[in-house]
């Protein structure tokens, strides 16, 4: 299964610069659509599109050469992988969340403190970046993520809730 991400602000292991993305692991960088946008796709069936502006690194945490964390500082990113057969799966960090591939195709967005995650098909684990459990969200649910201790709450999302993050990608639910 792949997965489908939006992501917008974010924070370790082996950072990789944007202009350095191209050469790591046979990721190739392309520009797209209108206004233009990057999209970074490698080998292994990672796929990255940047809202113009995103300031985001991959990062290689075991070193072997495959990005397999995006950390994001502003702005959004629409990301697509497979599950790792590694044993350890793509996650994306935000300042105070942690949303990690369970085989699906998701969002997730960041704005002032806060991050929002949202699944389309399958499993995502979501935790704060300072806690060890967390929820797991399924299909239509997500989750507000902020600093706080409350526990966190997993919701069914509205349809405009969800088309107003996919659309800025060009994309909606039906």
């Not at 790792?84 to 403190?113: K, L, M, N």
């Not at 684990?125 to 902020?146: C, K, Q």
């Amino acid at each position: 299964m792949r997965g489908w991400w939006i992501v917008v602000a974010a924070l370790g292991g082996f950072p990789i610069p944007v202009q350095a993305q191209a050469q790591v692991s046979g990721c190739t960088l392309q520009r797209s659509g209108s206004p233009t946008r990057q999209v970074l796709r490698c080998q292994d069936g990672l796929q990255l599109e940047a809202e113009p502006g995103a300031d985001y690194a991959l990062v290689d945490r075991d070193r072997d050469g495959r990005p397999d964390e995006v950390n994001l500082r502003n702005r959004a990113l629409l990301i697509e992988a497979e599950p790792s057969s590694r044993g350890v799966g793509f996650q994306v960090r935000t300042p105070v969340a942690i949303a990690a591939v369970r085989g699906t195709h998701w969002a997730v967005d960041v704005a002032e403190g806060k991050t929002a995650v949202f699944v389309l098909s399958g499993r995502v684990a979501v935790r704060r970046s300072n806690a060890r459990t967390g929820v797991e969200l399924g299909s239509g649910e997500g989750v507000d993520v902020d600093s706080g201790r409350a526990p966190l709450t997993v919701k069914r999302w509205p349809t405009a809730r969800a088309n107003a993050l996919l659309g800025r990608f060009g994309r909606q639910i039906r």
